[in-house]
């Protein structure tokens, strides 16, 4: 029996990167890839997660994480990766 390889994470060949991590010195760079929209913007800021900016080339808002960040913001996280997801999967 021959199973077809197809990368994690990919439908019909092609990558499904809705959330791409870059590791920094002490910090972890995020790139949630959702359109731009002062809705997105306005939930960002009142989260308290630290926006670097939105990154045109990538289609996504860049977040830098701190150490901590992930366990006491992990419910927005969760909430835009959940978004992102849907979002892409259209």
């Given at each position: 029996?021959?199973?077809?390889?197809?990368?994690?994470?990919?439908?019909?060949?092609?990558?499904?990167?809705?959330?791409?991590?870059?590791?920094?010195?002490?910090?972890?760079?995020?790139?949630?890839?959702?359109?731009?929209?002062?809705?997105?913007?306005?939930?960002?800021?009142?989260?308290?997660?630290?926006?670097?900016?939105?990154?045109?080339?990538?289609?996504?808002?860049r977040?830098?994480?701190?150490?901590?960040?992930?366990?006491?913001r992990?419910?927005?996280?969760?909430?835009?990766?959940?978004?992102?997801?849907?979002?892409?999967?259209?």
């Open positions: 029996m021959i199973y077809p390889l197809r990368p994690a994470g990919a439908r019909a060949g092609q990558p499904h990167n809705f959330v791409v991590f870059r590791r920094c010195q002490n910090t972890l760079m995020l790139t949630v890839r959702l359109p731009q929209s002062a809705e997105t913007q306005a939930r960002l800021e009142q989260s308290g997660l630290e926006l670097a900016d939105f990154d045109k080339r990538e289609g996504g808002y977040i830098r994480l701190g150490p901590d960040d992930v366990r006491s992990g419910e927005v996280l969760r909430g835009l990766f959940a978004l992102a997801f849907r979002r892409d999967a259209e």
